[in-house]
């Protein structure tokens, strides 16, 4: 079966412009969550979804909004970049809002010259 | 507000060694418990879980984790350690309600043959 799939793997943007990120949840699962990696650092939570509503959202500037589409995949898209936006965006996939457990995307590394 | 730590930002240990790395926790109610493994440019990959039961949880690749309520602690474990165990393992704990993953700094595991 294929795992949580993201894209693209890498990109590099220059501060200022706009990023969208993608992700495609394991067949079956409804629940989709984004977390920003910083080098050194655990993920933090950006956003959760499931059944295409905004479940939770982390602590985090309104330039990153999110959007879940009826097949349960989910885009997040992240406005006027900054040079610490810089970072590994991981969206993980669970059977529903909560998990228990959620499964993870190799992410998606951000650059932001 | 849930709060994982992990103490150590490095553990060293020879092959065939036993190792254990440490994990503290603080969330209100039940603790849901996680350990996940992150190999290099790569993304989280579940290790094992505590959610209610047996206080020794038995999960992938021979790691084992005691969950121990009166520490709040939830050490990983592995009898006897490999070089490609070599990776950065993050603890996560959430509650029982519908709320995302927090996730330790991690620790870097160094396995030397």
């Known amino acids: 079966d294929a795992g949580v799939t993201q894209s693209p793997t890498h990109l590099i943007k220059t501060r200022g412009q706009h990023v969208t990120l993608r992700c495609s949840p394991i067949s079956g699962h409804k629940s989709v969550s984004w977390y920003q990696q910083v080098l050194g650092q655990g993920p933090q939570f950006i956003f959760q979804?499931?059944?295409?509503?905004?479940?939770g959202r982390g602590n985090f500037p309104d330039r990153f909004s999110a959007r879940q589409f009826p097949n349960y995949s989910s885009e997040l898209n992240v406005n006027a970049l900054l040079l610490g936006d810089s970072a590994l965006y991981l969206c993980?996939?669970?059977?529903?809002?909560?998990?228990?457990?959620?499964?993870f995307g190799p992410g998606t590394r951000l650059t932001v010259t | 507000a849930q709060s994982v730590a992990q103490p150590e930002d490095q553990v060293n240990v020879a092959e065939g060694n036993p190792l254990t790395v440490k994990c503290t926790y603080s969330v209100s109610g039940n603790p849901y418990l996680f350990w996940y493994v992150q190999y290099p440019n790569r993304g989280l990959q579940f290790l094992l879980k505590y959610i209610t039961g047996d206080n020794l949880v038995k999960g992938s690749y021979g790691f084992e984790a005691e969950f121990n309520k009166s520490q709040t602690s939830f050490h990983l474990k592995k009898p006897s350690a490999l070089v490609s165990d070599s990776a950065l393992y993050f603890c996560?704990?959430?509650?029982?309600?519908?709320?995302?993953?927090?996730f330790g700094k991690g620790t870097r595991l160094s396995v030397i043959a």
């Open positions: 993980a996939s669970s059977l529903k809002g909560g998990g228990p457990e959620q499964y």
């Open positions: 996560a704990v959430r509650d029982e309600g519908n709320t995302p993953l927090v």
């Open positions: 979804y499931y059944e295409k509503e905004e479940r």
